[in-house]
């Protein structure tokens, strides 16, 4: 079953990505569905031509800018985001970052963890500390240079991650059965300075806000616990964000996907565990659904024919923009990625 497209005056020439990107976003007609990632996009490939590395791209907002471009550059992806990790905000609240071994890493933080919130100082001026400063000017660089062409993505950590950082994972989770209510005071710690951080990306040219919960994963958390501990903080955090905001969790998401709705995002950015036909049934008319081509073994180990297999099986399920379901693994190969973005646009005609 393929989604009919009700008005078939929708020039193609008239869209250009970015706008065809906040039609589907708004859930209004396109004449296909974008392709892009709402996650991190840089790869060994892109970073190895570029000769720009994670650690080059935190400290300098043109080479964050210049490494985010790559994604449409050389790949396609109709889509551009920044940062490429989720340790930005951890860090500015005080906890180490490891860069790996490798230059081409993804940046982690170290899980060590606070004992109690009143342990954590939330960092006055949080806008011009650690690495924020380089996230908004790339921010600013990639508007300017795309403008009404290409959308711009701001990646923010989301409130129940940062909690998981902040207390180390293991203990929140003990925590959560042994003191719910601190796990809570945990996740409040951080919401003001997060909502302040999407604002300011809007501010500097963000055409839209992706919240990486990743640790409120139903694989880790379950229903209950994602309803409990994560869902209200979303909830708060996108009512104070004043623009789109895709929410982005991992693992299967299909029996949370009624609870992402109520949560007021604008999209769901899924994974491929979860249930794409499910999720689409669910959300209709109230949000859009962002996914969900496998990123490990489809994108980074299969071949461009199954990245085309796959990418039309989301297509079928009716998915709005077509995606990786999470972060881009360094080790993707271009061509595989590539593969993905060339179904969604052979397709055009069925739409
Ligand atoms: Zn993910």
Redesign the pocket.
Same mark, same amino acid.
């Given at each position: 079953m393929t989604r009919t497209l009700r008005n078939s005056s929708v020039s193609i020439s008239e869209l250009t990505p970015k706008k065809r990107f906040l039609k589907a976003l708004k859930l209004r007609k396109v004449d296909r569905p974008p392709v892009l990632s709402a996650?991190q996009t840089a790869t060994v490939e892109q970073m190895e031509s570029l000769g720009i590395y994670y650690k080059d791209a935190y400290s300098d907002p043109e080479k964050m800018a210049a490494l985010a471009s790559a994604a449409w550059e050389q790949i396609g992806l109709e889509g551009v985001g920044v940062p490429f990790c989720q340790t930005v905000e951890a860090e500015v609240f005080g906890l180490e970052v490891n860069w790996g071994r490798k230059k081409t890493s993804i940046p982690v933080v170290s899980f060590k963890g606070c004992v109690a919130p009143e342990g954590i100082d939330v960092p006055e001026n949080f806008l011009e500390r650690g690495r924020i400063p380089v996230v908004l000017d790339a921010i600013e660089s990639l508007s300017e240079k795309y403008g009404d062409e290409i959308p711009v993505l701001g990646h923010v950590i989301g409130p129940f991650s940062l909690a998981a950082h902040l207390a180390n994972m293991e203990k929140i989770l003990k925590m959560s059965i042994k003191r719910p209510g601190l796990v809570e005071e945990f996740t409040e710690l951080g919401m003001d300075a997060i909502a302040e951080y999407a604002s300011a990306m809007l501010e500097r040219g963000a055409d839209a806000i992706v919240i990486?919960n990743?640790f409120a994963s139903v694989d880790i958390l379950g229903v209950k616990g994602y309803i409990t501990f994560a869902k209200p903080f979303d909830k708060e955090l996108i009512r104070r964000v004043k623009g789109p905001t895709i929410l982005?969790? !991992?693992?299967d998401c299909t029996n949370i996907i009624g609870e992402m709705v109520e949560t007021g995002a604008t999209c769901l950015s899924i994974?491929s565990k979860t249930d794409a036909r499910y999720a689409v049934k669910v959300s209709r008319n109230k949000a859009a659904i962002m996914g969900n081509v496998d990123t490990v073994y489809t994108l980074t180990f299969g071949k461009p024919q199954d990245v085309e297999a796959e990418t039309l099986r989301s297509i079928e399920a009716g998915i709005d923009i077509i995606a990786p379901? !999470?972060?881009l693994s360094p080790l993707t190969p271009n061509r595989n990625v590539r593969a993905m973005v060339e179904a969604v646009k052979k397709r055009k005609i069925s739409f």
């Amino acid at each position: 079953m393929t989604r009919t497209l009700r008005n078939s005056s929708v020039s193609i020439s008239e869209l250009t990505p970015k706008k065809r990107f906040l039609k589907a976003l708004k859930l209004r007609k396109v004449d296909r569905p974008p392709v892009l990632s709402a996650n991190q996009t840089a790869t060994v490939e892109q970073m190895e031509s570029l000769g720009i590395y994670y650690k080059d791209a935190y400290s300098d907002p043109e080479k964050m800018a210049a490494l985010a471009s790559a994604a449409w550059e050389q790949i396609g992806l109709e889509g551009v985001g920044v940062p490429f990790c989720q340790t930005v905000e951890a860090e500015v609240f005080g906890l180490e970052v490891n860069w790996g071994r490798k230059k081409t890493s993804i940046p982690v933080v170290s899980f060590k963890g606070c004992v109690a919130p009143e342990g954590i100082d939330v960092p006055e001026n949080f806008l011009e500390r650690g690495r924020i400063p380089v996230v908004l000017d790339a921010i600013e660089s990639l508007s300017e240079k795309y403008g009404d062409e290409i959308p711009v993505l701001g990646h923010v950590i989301g409130p129940f991650s940062l909690a998981a950082h902040l207390a180390n994972m293991e203990k929140i989770l003990k925590m959560s059965i042994k003191r719910p209510g601190l796990v809570e005071e945990f996740t409040e710690l951080g919401m003001d300075a997060i909502a302040e951080y999407a604002s300011a990306m809007l501010e500097r040219g963000a055409d839209a806000i992706v919240i990486e919960n990743m640790f409120a994963s139903v694989d880790i958390l379950g229903v209950k616990g994602y309803i409990t501990f994560a869902k209200p903080f979303d909830k708060e955090l996108i009512r104070r964000v004043k623009g789109p905001t895709i929410l982005h969790i !991992c693992g299967d998401c299909t029996n949370i996907i009624g609870e992402m709705v109520e949560t007021g995002a604008t999209c769901l950015s899924i994974d491929s565990k979860t249930d794409a036909r499910y999720a689409v049934k669910v959300s209709r008319n109230k949000a859009a659904i962002m996914g969900n081509v496998d990123t490990v073994y489809t994108l980074t180990f299969g071949k461009p024919q199954d990245v085309e297999a796959e990418t039309l099986r989301s297509i079928e399920a009716g998915i709005d923009i077509i995606a990786p379901g !999470c972060s881009l693994s360094p080790l993707t190969p271009n061509r595989n990625v590539r593969a993905m973005v060339e179904a969604v646009k052979k397709r055009k005609i069925s739409f």
